[in-house]
């Protein structure tokens, strides 16, 4: 947990975004995302999906109090009034055969559509969708997903070591992802699938996640939003009253005491 002051103000936003959040896994920063529930309020909250990583728990039991205390602070939100909407991903799929089904305050679905403030329609969606691995080669996803957590683990070795010397965390795994060509041609592929299916829903936007890489852009006359994780860079997208988006990174929660940071200009 940080060493925040409970003291501090809360911030309240129209929309909250998060995705990736990976609970079940050692990788998960549920002390992060505890600390940023903690400090913020909204009229509505998406969970963007991998909310919950089944794939992870069919394999291995990981459950520690602190995901837990995630769990229970998005359902107190609800209860509080929070408009709960929780978009399945690929590593919750176990939830699919469940949506459009209301649990209590928290609907579930497979995508939603959200009007922004400023009337923009959105479509909301996990994004594996548009993954080609994710789709049509599973056995490849997932062993991707094997080596992404050795990857995650050896974040851990190498941050104990740089906190040693009194430098900042680094992500071994986020700098390998961005240095592999292909896994950049990759991405590419991705977003360019996402904003053509945002052309022939005519959407204006989309929020998505999926990838572990935060980012509110704009393509032509498409909005790009993606929530980030709560694995690497634990990052969430906000919304404020006149329907611009930004990027909120929560990645050093040490330094939340002075001001939240906030990456990038709003894209209003």
Same mark, same amino acid.
């Given at each position: 947990?940080?060493?925040?002051?409970?003291?501090?103000?809360?911030?309240?936003?129209?929309?909250?975004?998060?995705?990736?959040?990976?609970?079940?896994?050692?990788?998960?920063?549920?002390?992060?995302?505890?600390?940023?529930?903690?400090?913020?309020?909204?009229?509505?909250?998406?969970?963007?999906?991998?909310?919950?990583?089944?794939?992870?728990?069919?394999?291995?039991?990981?459950?520690?109090? =602190?995901?837990?205390?995630?769990?229970?602070?998005?359902?107190?939100?609800?209860?509080?009034?929070?408009?709960?909407?929780?978009?399945?991903?690929?590593?919750?799929?176990?939830?699919?055969?469940?949506?459009?089904?209301?649990?209590?305050?928290?609907?579930?679905?497979?995508?939603?559509?959200?009007?922004?403030?400023?009337?923009?329609?959105?479509?909301?969606?996990?994004?594996?969708?548009?993954?080609?691995?994710?789709?049509?080669?599973?056995?490849?996803?997932?062993?991707?997903?094997?080596?992404?957590?050795?990857?995650?683990?050896?974040?851990?070795?190498?941050?104990?070591?740089?906190?040693?010397?009194?430098?900042?965390?680094?992500?071994? =795994?986020?700098?390998?992802?961005?240095?592999?060509?292909?896994?950049?041609?990759?991405?590419?592929?991705?977003?360019?699938?996402?904003?053509?299916?945002?052309?022939?829903?005519?959407?204006?936007?989309?929020?998505?996640?999926?990838?572990?890489?935060?980012?509110?852009?704009?393509?032509?006359?498409?909005?790009?939003?993606?929530?980030?994780?709560?694995?690497?860079?634990?990052?969430?997208?906000?919304?404020?009253?006149?329907?611009?988006?930004?990027?909120?990174?929560?990645?050093?929660?040490?330094?939340?005491?002075?001001?939240?940071?906030?990456?990038?200009?709003?894209?209003?």
């Amino acid at each position: 947990m940080s060493n925040v002051s409970d003291e501090l103000p809360v911030h309240h936003y129209r929309t909250i975004f998060l995705s990736d959040i990976h609970l079940g896994t050692r990788g998960c920063k549920a002390d992060r995302l505890i600390d940023f529930l903690g400090r913020h309020s909204c009229d509505e909250l998406f969970l963007v999906g991998d909310v919950i990583d089944g794939w992870q728990l069919r394999s291995a039991l990981y459950w520690p109090a =602190s995901h837990n205390t995630v769990v229970r602070m998005v359902l107190e939100m609800a209860e509080r009034g929070t408009k709960m909407v929780y978009v399945t991903g690929n590593h919750d799929d176990m939830l699919r055969p469940y949506t459009d089904f209301r649990f209590g305050d928290v609907d579930v679905v497979d995508q939603a559509d959200y009007v922004a403030a400023d009337g923009r329609r959105f479509i909301i969606i996990h994004g594996d969708q548009f993954d080609m691995v994710a789709n049509h080669h599973r056995w490849m996803a997932v062993l991707g997903d094997v080596g992404y957590r050795a990857l995650l683990r050896m974040n851990g070795s190498v941050n104990w070591i740089r906190r040693l010397f009194g430098r900042d965390e680094w992500s071994l =795994s986020g700098w390998v992802k961005n240095r592999v060509k292909r896994a950049v041609n990759a991405l590419g592929r991705y977003e360019k699938t996402i904003l053509r299916f945002c052309h022939e829903g005519r959407y204006q936007g989309i929020v998505c996640g999926h990838i572990h890489r935060a980012a509110v852009d704009h393509y032509a006359d498409i909005r790009y939003i993606n929530c980030g994780d709560w694995v690497e860079s634990c990052t969430a997208i906000v919304e404020d009253d006149d329907g611009s988006h930004r990027i909120l990174d929560w990645s050093r929660p040490q330094l939340v005491a002075a001001e939240p940071r906030e990456h990038g200009q709003a894209v209003g």
